[in-house]
């Protein structure tokens, strides 16, 4: 039997083993130096002005929404198809969730169906517009800006899978993901899958200096040094507001900014794979997930639509090859049902999770492996 390939999979550097090991020796394993090294390193990679660095994507997500001051009474609009907790950060706040159906052939949010919703419903419902770079593809953020400056909604970007991706907007500008040009913030995960690997960790992009400084409040319980005055003591801190403890540890910083040296060249490597994937399965009944013009694909996933999916997944498993599904339509999930989604909500959602499948994508899948990967789903594919 060959070696098991996964969808995705973490690379660790002798540079990475090495930055851990120098991180342990320091005096402080947590609120150290390596932490705002993290900040400073992604927010320049990104370009954007403040980077904040939390335990998670998730928690990122959830740290966003407060910030936008989203709870009960609120509504945010997402996709179906994404990873739970791109809703469930929303629902920690106590606000409501609502979803736009997708274009089958991207796999990203539907923009007109987005604004329909807003055209509809009365001005104040709908607070967040929370978009989500599927796969690594990056949203018309532009047209997001607009929806949002029209309908007075903040702008959360998605981007847990798209560091490294762009597109160039309508002036011929270059947005790079997260470079929060035009969203208020965005936000990304370092889950092993992802790009850049820290075992677990996340990030809040944003240019706006008061955004910036809440993220920093809420992630560490809402307390602060800031309002030290001559008569206080060094330990003196205050609570301003009931925050959480989302910190990240200089650890896992450490493993990130090793890892951050080789983000260029992770992304050049997955599109050397993509184009590869894309050539083989020209003319084939194997369809990858459409590629927009004037839009870069940092390429988490590479998502194929298939009519046997199940036989191709199957037949892949049985030459130890891991391929994935992203995702389950939100609105086929039981907790989304009690909250009264039911199945054929998002046909378009719908259709899309019976075709879709992830094969290998990771900068160290050799030609070798995708060779294999490929022979094994032409062998089956209909
Ligand atoms: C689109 C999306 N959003 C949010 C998350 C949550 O990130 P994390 O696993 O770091 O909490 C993920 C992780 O899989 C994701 O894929």
Redesign the pocket.
Known sequence: MPKAIPYGRQEITQDDLDAVATALQHDFLTQGPQIAEFEKNFAQYVGAKHAVAVN????A?HLAYLTLDCGPGDTIITTPI??A??ANAALYCGAQVEMADIDPTTGLIDLDQVESMLKITPRGKYKVLSP?DLAGLPVDMERCRQLADEYNLGLIE?A??APGGSFIDSMGATRKCGDSSLADMT?F???PVKHIACG???MVTTNDDAMAKRLRLLRSHGITKDNMQEDHGSWYYEMQELGYNYRITDIQCALGNSQLKRADAGILRRREIAQRYTQAFAETAVSPLRQPKNFDNAYHLFVVLLKNRKEVYDHLRANNIFAQVHYIPLNLLPYFQTLGFAKGDFPNAELYYSQCLSLPMFPSLTNEEQDFVIAKVLEVAQ
Do not use: P, R
């Open positions: 998670n994507g998730t928690t997500l994404t990873f907790a791109t989500v998605d847990c899978h936000i995960s370092f889950h677990e960790g996340g």
